[in-house]
């Protein structure tokens, strides 16, 4: 087998295991404040909760570009070693934390230490034929896809069985298997040596070499409105559930169900769709799906109970399943040489600042314009990005955009 069929075999075990284990506990967060931490109010619970969330999304927003600046000196699979070992020790700590400011710190720490998607994106990217770049990438987004579906459903029959804070040992054990499966089987062609040599640049200097290629100011952009578009309503699914259907007794299962439905079809359509960009090209499958997600948000505001609404986000899930990957293959292809790992980690910035951002605004939205209202928001978002993305990417002629190693 080749390696590079050997590295995406190996990465998308851990994007699984590692997005598993990030999601086991999150969803039951609330309920961990309450049995575990000592915590009893309501209000202080939601309080405790939002900032704990948050925190892990702020530090990784500062982080992300320092450890891609880092992976162009030392390697992209020794920045996937250093968050992958990194992340299951603090995963671990979280088990023994006994008040919520210790579990909120172990949280700021997980961000400034994570990366582990990113670099895997990066080391899939540099060791993947172009021509193959498409597939590998939808590819490589259906493992965490896969892993944030199970994720909850794991950890919802773990609590039951043995607790919340066993939870974190498992998910730290989980990313601890990961990262030696990279060890061991995941290489890179990277010469250190030349790489010392060469100059470094600041992070506020890469970045100024990377948005001059108007391209990727518009990915990065595209990606935060995406997160952003995504995110918003995320977070207050179960209350417009409850809105539908205010006779539900088990809603913690439907709201998990509705978000399963979303993952699984992003899952399966991930690499069709990337293999199908890597034919007629990621730019026209980008701009299908910001359309198709854009039409598909818009009955979710019409959704009459909780049937229409799984049945609208399960068919949203196809349409998302084409945004992500296709984003971080057209990054691959338009950063400069030598700068990818660089434009991947300012990309998950952006996306850290989406997932930051996106549930206090929805949130403050939709007390004036209803949980419906963020829908058809999330769905103009879409809509404007797919206007952008056309201007940007598609409206250009085709190859003056390439990179010059790309010509050559």
């Known amino acids: 087998m080749e390696q590079w069929k050997r590295n995406l075999i190996v990465l998308w075990f851990g994007q699984f295991l590692v997005m598993s284990g990030m999601t086991m506990i999150m969803p039951f967060l609330t309920l961990y404040l309450q049995a575990d931490l000592g915590l009893s109010d309501p209000h202080e619970i939601g309080i405790w909760s939002g900032a704990i969330f948050a925190s892990n999304f702020v530090t990784a927003f500062l982080f992300q570009p320092l450890w891609g600046k880092l992976s162009e000196r030392y390697g992209r699979k020794l920045m996937l070693l250093r968050s992958g070992f990194g992340m299951a020790i603090v995963m671990c700590l979280m088990g023994f934390a006994a008040t919520p400011l210790h579990l909120l710190l172990l949280r700021l720490l997980n961000g400034v230490i994570s990366g582990f998607n990113p670099a895997s994106i990066a080391l899939v990217s540099a060791t993947t034929?172009?021509?193959?770049?498409?597939?590998?990438?939808?590819?490589?987004?259906?493992?965490?896809?896969?892993g944030t579906i199970l994720g909850p459903l794991i950890g919802g029959i773990l609590a039951d069985t043995i607790g919340y804070r066993f939870i974190f040992y498992i998910t730290g054990a989980s990313i601890f298997v990961a990262s030696i499966l990279v060890l061991f089987v995941v290489k890179e062609r990277f010469d250190r040596k030349q790489a010392e040599q060469k100059k470094q640049m600041s992070v506020l200097a890469g970045l100024k070499?990377?948005?001059?290629?108007?391209?990727?100011?518009?990915?990065?952009?595209?990606?935060?409105?995406?997160?952003?578009?995504?995110?918003?309503?995320?977070?207050?699914?179960?209350?417009?559930?409850?809105?539908?259907?205010?006779?539900?007794?088990n809603l913690a299962f439907f709201a998990g169900l509705v978000s399963s439905a979303t993952g699984l079809s992003n899952m399966l359509a991930?690499?069709?769709?990337?293999?199908?960009?890597?034919?007629?090209?990621?730019?026209?499958?980008?701009?299908?799906?910001?359309?198709g997600a854009a039409i598909s948000f818009i009955p979710q505001a019409y959704a009459s109970d909780v049937w229409h609404l799984l049945i609208a986000r399960f068919f949203l899930g196809f349409f998302l399943g084409g945004l992500v990957p296709t984003v971080n293959a057209l990054l691959g292809k338009y950063s400069p040489r030598g700068m990818e790992t660089r434009t991947y980690s300012f990309n998950s910035s952006f996306?850290?600042?989406?997932?930051?951002?996106?549930?206090?605004?929805?949130?403050?939205?939709?007390?004036?314009?209803?949980?419906?209202?963020?829908?058809?928001?999330?769905?103009?978002?879409?809509?404007?990005?797919?206007?952008?993305?056309?201007?940007?990417?598609?409206?250009?002629?085709?190859?003056?955009?390439?990179?010059?190693?790309?010509?050559?």
């Open 129 to 146: 034929p172009k021509d193959k770049l498409g597939f590998a990438m939808g590819t490589l987004q259906s493992g965490g896809i896969a």
């Open 270 to 291: 991930s690499p069709v769709l990337g293999k199908i960009g890597d034919r007629i090209g990621a730019e026209k499958i980008l701009l299908i799906s910001l359309l």
């Open 209 to 249: 070499q990377i948005v001059i290629v108007p391209q990727i100011t518009a990915l990065f952009m595209i990606t935060l409105l995406i997160q952003f578009a995504n995110m918003s309503p995320m977070s207050l699914i179960p209350l417009y559930i409850q809105e539908l259907n205010p006779e539900l007794t």
């Open 351 to 408: 996306i850290s600042l989406g997932n930051v951002i996106a549930p206090v605004a929805g949130g403050i939205v939709s007390g004036w314009i209803g949980i419906d209202g963020l829908f058809i928001i999330s769905a103009i978002l879409m809509l404007a990005n797919g206007i952008w993305a056309w201007y940007s990417l598609l409206r250009q002629k085709p190859g003056l955009h390439l990179r010059k190693h790309d010509k050559e």
